[in-house]
Structure formats: structure tokens, C-alpha cells
């Protein structure tokens, strides 16, 4: 590890946008640079299946059925950033949790001794009525550690 660096874990919020991997491809380059850990950190995010029932978008008998799909596809973001960082030469710990992300996101940052989140730009006009902006803030908001927006 870089012990100049005063980087030595970044972690990277995968969601699947354009704007995550993006900001994944951003986390691979830093990692490589400073030497440091890498973890991709992809959420399944019960709040939002509990908005989409308490909407009527999803019925409670398809809700496992959604959760499923939603882990399966987290899985295969997950597999594409392992891919890009793999393509760098650099190793990636991919980590997919199912939970709320403004819980689990503080979590995982003090347990790993992260010194550096890496997330997606978001429209700050957005934050209100787009679920993925809002989380977005929220980590930006409630972070213990550096976080690094990509654009």
C-alpha cells in the first residue's frame, strides 16, 4: 500500500448509472495512483422497495421475486467494475449488501477504515424527486471521510 499516500481505502458506490461507473472508472485510477485498497460497494436498498409497494408499483407477493432481481443485477455492476479494475491490473473487493444506504454506507466506511468515498454526480435540482440523487446527498451529507464527486 502507498505509505505516502494518505489514501490508503477508497470506496466506490456502484449503482449502476452511467454516472457510478464513471465514478468507478475515477476509483480505479486513484487506487492505482495512491496504491491504495480498493472496494466497490453496491446497495440493495429496502427503502426503495418498501416506496415502490407503498405506491403500488409492487405487490407484496412480487416483492422477493424484485429483491432477487435487484441483488442479481447489483451482482453483475459489481462484476463489470471488477472487470475495469481487473483490465488496470489493480484488485477489487466487491461488496454487496441489501439495507438501507444511508445506514449502511457509514457502516461499512468505519469498518473498513475508509479514507475516501467515490460516488456518481448528481444534480443537486434532482434531489428531491430522484431516488439515486437523494442517496447520493445523503452520503455526501453524513460522510465521516472525504468524498469525491465525479462528474
Do not use: W, Y
Request: one cysteine or more.
Amino acid at each position: 500500500m502507498g505509505k505516502s499516500s494518505p489514501i490508503s481505502h477508497i470506496l466506490v458506490l456502484v449503482d449502476g448509472t452511467d454516472s457510478s461507473f464513471h465514478a468507478a472508472d475515477c476509483a480505479i485510477d486513484l487506487a492505482s495512483a495512491l496504491e491504495a485498497k480498493l472496494t466497490a460497494l453496491a446497495v440493495v436498498d429496502r427503502d426503495t422497495l418498501r416506496q415502490l409497494l407503498s405506491v403500488k408499483i409492487v405487490a407484496d407477493a412480487e416483492m422477493d421475486e424484485f429483491e432477487k432481481e435487484l441483488k442479481a443485477s447489483a451482482q453483475q455492476h459489481l462484476a463489470s467494475v471488477h472487470e475495469r479494475a481487473k483490465d488496470r491490473r489493480l484488485t477489487i473487493e466487491e461488496v454487496l449488501v441489501v439495507g438501507n444506504v444511508e445506514e449502511i454506507v457509514p457502516r461499512t466506511v468505519e469498518e473498513r477504515k475508509v479514507e475516501l468515498i467515490v460516488v456518481g454526480g448528481f444534480h443537486s435540482s434532482r434531489v428531491t424527486r430522484d431516488l439515486l440523487a437523494r442517496q447520493r446527498q445523503q452520503i455526501v451529507d453524513g460522510a465521516a471521510c472525504p468524498v469525491l464527486v465525479v462528474k
